[in-house]
């Protein structure tokens, strides 16, 4: 089983609650949603069961994972989503999360079709997400290039022109980062995945 999902039902399955719990907390301390601002102004690391109780009533609110799996049914990846207070036909994206050993190799991509396809079937239309700039580019570019899906809001062109300056200078003039300044900045790309696009006509042969 290459997914899992994640809802009330599932949780209430001791064995797999905990194995999902210790990953949960992984992808919680990565993503930095697992500390907090201490009285002195340091950061702190929140208790590892407050964030499970939290996340557990947070799944008894209706927040939904899918996490995928190896062979062996290590967890690789995981990416959470619940329903928008102010669209109830917009999916909003809460957690997203792959390990770093399977990172490069389309695990978040496989991820984000698995979740275009879970929302279709209940019945959204639309896909809030945002994650950050450098780790979205290769994904992103993938789903523009999908007929059926439209990227409402984006900054892939802004992107790629940077991108396209930043190759044009040559390497022993560019920067030392490996990455132009827009991908390295700390900011999150939003974007809207419109899912209702009928597919498109198949080409006659002549």
Do not use: Y
């Amino acid at each position: 089983m290459p997914f899992i999902f994640v809802d009330k039902r599932k949780i209430n399955e001791r064995e797999f609650f905990e194995k999902f719990s210790e990953f949960f907390l992984i992808a919680s301390r990565e993503l930095g949603i697992g500390t907090k601002i201490g009285k002195n102004g340091e950061i702190e690391l929140i208790p590892k069961q407050v964030l499970i109780d939290e996340m557990r009533a947070s799944i008894e609110r209706g927040l939904r994972f899918i996490v995928s799996t190896d062979s062996h049914g290590n967890f690789k990846g995981l990416i959470s989503f619940s329903k928008s207070e102010k669209n109830p036909e917009r999916a909003m994206v809460f957690h997203f999360f792959v390990r770093p050993e399977f990172r490069g190799k389309g695990e978040g991509t496989k991820l984000i079709f698995r979740l275009i396809a879970v929302a279709k079937r209940k019945g959204f239309k639309e896909i809030d997400m945002g994650v950050q700039l450098k780790d979205a580019f290769k994904l992103c570019s993938k789903l523009s290039r999908n007929q059926r899906l439209r990227l409402e809001r984006s900054d892939l062109v802004r992107i790629k022109r940077a991108l396209s300056e930043w190759r044009s200078i040559p390497s022993t003039k560019r920067p030392k980062s490996r990455m132009p300044e827009i991908m390295e900045q700390p900011i999150i790309w939003k974007t809207l995945i419109s899912m209702n696009q009928k597919k498109p006509p198949k080409r006659k042969i002549r």
